[in-house]
């Protein structure tokens, strides 16, 4: 019953995300937070402790290099200060999927989600106001859909891969 409530509070809270990141391109803390521990916590009881800290460990190594990757692309090749590159918020939503999910289903949930974040970006951008990427938001939205998807149909254990 509890795992069954925090899923359902964990999709209220992406999707408070999501809307807030489209709205304002501004996402109160204290969601992250709440998300940041509901998933970690579902991530921890699915597996033994040995794995989920190995997970973590490897995921925030893989975000750490991305984020590297990132501020020296930003300041040699786009001449932009790192925060004009990336919000805060988008870097907060990478450390929540990062301790989320074991290694396997992080990897494929992150690069899945960049990548509909950008297709989904192409698609609205005409109709946004503020020509930014909401990529918070967007990530949010695929992985409420992806939980929502996979808790209904059961494809597969994601705490398993």
């Not at 974040?117 to 106001?129: E, G, H, S, T």
């Not at 695929?142 to 705490?159: K, P, V």
Request: proline residues 1%; glycine residues 6%.
């Amino acid at each position: 019953m509890l795992q069954f409530t925090i899923k359902i509070l964990v999709l209220f809270v992406l999707a408070t995300i999501n809307y807030q990141d489209f709205k304002e391109r501004k996402v109160y803390v204290g969601l992250f937070l709440l998300a940041f521990c509901m998933l970690t916590f579902l991530h921890y009881s699915e597996v033994n402790t040995i794995q989920f800290y190995t997970a973590i460990a490897i995921n925030g190594s893989i975000v750490l290099s991305i984020m590297g990757v990132l501020y020296l692309y930003s300041k040699w090749v786009l001449k932009l200060e790192f925060k004009e590159a990336i919000g805060v918020g988008d870097f907060f939503f990478f450390a929540i999927i990062a301790c989320a999910f074991p290694t396997g289903s992080f990897l494929v949930i992150f690069s899945s989600s960049l990548i509909g974040a950008l297709c989904l970006f192409m698609i609205v951008k005409n109709k946004l106001k503020d020509k930014t990427i909401p990529l918070a938001g967007l990530q949010a939205l695929f992985l409420g859909l992806l939980l929502i998807t996979n808790w209904i149909f059961n494809f597969t254990n994601l705490y398993l891969i």
